[in-house]
């Protein structure tokens, strides 16, 4: 769907061209000068109506969509951009918590240049990481990828039919680490839906003694020492071994995958810093299964049903984007943001407009120019103008209706905000008149 062009002249005869396009769930703005392009790229599937973007942006050119009901359901934007006021100066795109925003100039993402600040989140995968199948498992965004590169039983030790023996698994020991079932396929891990309070995705694991023989290889490979094997060992034991990945793209910080490792292999790095908390007054009101608002909009899936209360949030998975909030009709969540992670701001000529940025997303108070070009008065009150007596002649029969409009007319004038706007748009056509008439007296 082709958009708009708006050429708009600037100082120095520059011109200015700012085009809009859809495709798909893109909304793609585009500036283009005579030396650089810069493009703006919105994806509203992608936008979770945190409003960071909102309280940031210098010069307001982004609007809430109706959030409550996008977050029930309804198809729309979040936010809704006005590419005529936008300056494609880049904070919504540096500090979008879900990257829905994304700018380049000239083809270069601003994320990878070193003049624009960002917001400075990660996550840090240490050597304790084995690594072992929970956190891909776990990871709700599917951020995760592992590729395990050890030999399988059935590469060191083929399937011998008839071998006799036993097998057992102390479920006490087991962590659900996953990695025997990828060695052999005579276990067989039972999965499960993750939750915020149990994030381990299996709930079992079962052992197919028509595909074991005993060859005890397992006993040895269990990290944990939790499979027990009477048989006879034949084979080298693998050394487990693998790579783990994580796509930023996908990533939202939120610590699943921390949480649910057994071996503190995994160190999270969350843009904001803050805290979330229940209105208790406000929750008698709530319908978390009939709503579902705040599980819709949450990036890090934090919300769930305890079985002892109504509804319940995860703190240590909460990046206090603040999107629950304003999803919530009931007004039952507080999310207060008290610091943010991001790359430095250098010395620049429009430092000071980033950091005010930067202070917003917890303040949420923003400062900008001034761009109403308003006139101050510091002369206190504008004198009323002198109104001569006007005496009545015959074929004056309006006298008496001329000076009840002009009474209405005087205190209007008295605003200068109101002849500023009235001279901006009406100057033109006055001076005109005013000449014309002057011309005709003369």
Same mark, same amino acid.
């Given at each position: 769907m082709a958009g708009n062009s708006q050429p708009d002249p600037v100082d120095g005869g520059l011109e200015v061209t700012v085009d809009m396009d859809?495709?798909?769930?893109?909304?793609?703005?585009?500036?283009?000068?005579?030396?650089?392009?810069?493009?703006?790229?919105?994806?509203?599937?992608?936008?979770?109506?945190c409003g960071i973007c909102i309280e940031i942006c210098p010069v307001k050119a982004i609007e809430a969509g109706p959030l409550l009901e996008i977050a029930t359901g309804m198809d729309a934007p979040p936010v809704i951009i006005d590419q005529t006021k936008c300056t494609f100066c880049g904070?919504?795109?540096?500090?979008?918590?879900?990257?829905?925003?994304?700018?380049?100039?000239?083809?270069?993402?601003?994320?990878?240049?070193?003049?624009?600040?960002?917001?400075?989140?990660?996550?840090?995968?240490?050597?304790?990481?084995?690594?072992?199948?929970?956190?891909?498992?776990?990871?709700?965004?599917?951020?995760?990828?592992?590729? $395990?590169? &050890?030999?399988?039983?059935?590469?060191?030790?083929? &399937?011998?039919?008839?071998?006799?023996?036993?097998?057992?698994?102390?479920?006490?020991k087991c962590n659900f680490c996953g990695l025997c079932a990828p060695l052999c396929p005579a276990f067989v891990l039972v999965e499960r839906e993750p939750t915020p309070?149990?994030?381990?995705?299996?709930?079992?694991? $079962?052992?197919?003694?028509?595909?074991?023989?005993?060859?005890?290889?397992?006993?040895? &490979?269990?990290?944990?020492?939790?499979?027990?094997?009477?048989?006879?060992?034949?084979?080298?034991?693998?050394k487990i071994s693998g790579t783990l990945t994580i796509d930023d793209?996908?990533?939202?910080?939120?610590?699943?995958?921390?949480?649910?490792?057994?071996?503190?292999?995994?160190?999270?790095?969350?843009? &904001?810093?803050?805290?979330?908390e229940l209105i208790e007054k406000n929750l008698v009101e709530c319908d978390p299964v009939g709503c579902h608002g705040c599980f819709n909009v949450c990036p890090a899936h934090a919300w769930y049903v305890p079985p002892d209360k109504k509804i319940d949030v995860a703190k240590d998975l909460c990046i206090y984007c603040g999107a629950c909030e304003k999803a919530c009709h009931v007004r039952a969540i507080g999310v207060d943001r008290t610091g943010v992670k991001h790359t430095?701001?250098?010395?620049?000529?429009?430092?000071?407009?980033?950091?005010?940025?930067?202070?917003?997303?917890?303040?949420?108070?923003?400062?900008r120019p001034d761009t109403a070009r308003r006139i101050e008065i510091e002369t206190g009150e504008i004198p009323r103008p002198e109104v001569h007596e006007i005496a009545t002649r015959e074929g004056h029969e309006h006298l008496d209706e001329i000076r009840s409009r002009l009474d209405d007319l005087l205190p209007m004038l008295e605003d200068a905000k109101v002849r500023f706007e009235w001279e901006k748009n009406h100057g033109g056509s006055v001076r005109k008149r005013v000449k014309k008439l002057g011309h005709r007296e003369g």
């Open positions: 859809i495709q798909d769930t893109h909304f793609i703005y585009t500036q283009t000068t005579d030396g650089s392009k810069k493009t703006l790229d919105y994806d509203y599937k992608r936008c979770n109506g904070m919504c795109a540096s500090f979008c918590p879900v990257r829905a925003l994304r700018m380049d100039i000239d083809g270069e993402d601003i994320l990878e240049m070193e003049d624009y600040p960002r917001l400075d989140s990660k996550v840090i995968i240490n050597e304790k990481c084995l690594p072992c199948l929970l956190c891909e498992k776990a990871c709700p965004e599917e951020a995760m990828k592992l590729e $395990l590169t &050890f030999p399988t039983k059935e590469d060191v030790a083929p &399937f011998k039919e008839g071998q006799e023996g036993e097998i057992s698994v102390d479920m006490d309070d149990n994030p381990v995705p299996f709930q079992d694991l $079962l052992v197919d003694l028509d595909k074991c023989d005993y060859c005890k290889i397992c006993e040895d &490979f269990c990290p944990e020492h939790a499979i027990k094997v009477k048989g006879k060992l034949e084979a080298e034991v693998p793209d996908k990533c939202t910080r939120c610590g699943w995958c921390r949480e649910v490792c057994p071996y503190d292999a995994v160190e999270i790095v969350k843009p &904001f810093e803050g805290d979330i430095l701001v250098k010395d620049l000529p429009w430092s000071a407009q980033w950091n005010d940025a930067i202070d917003t997303i917890h303040t949420r108070q923003r400062t």
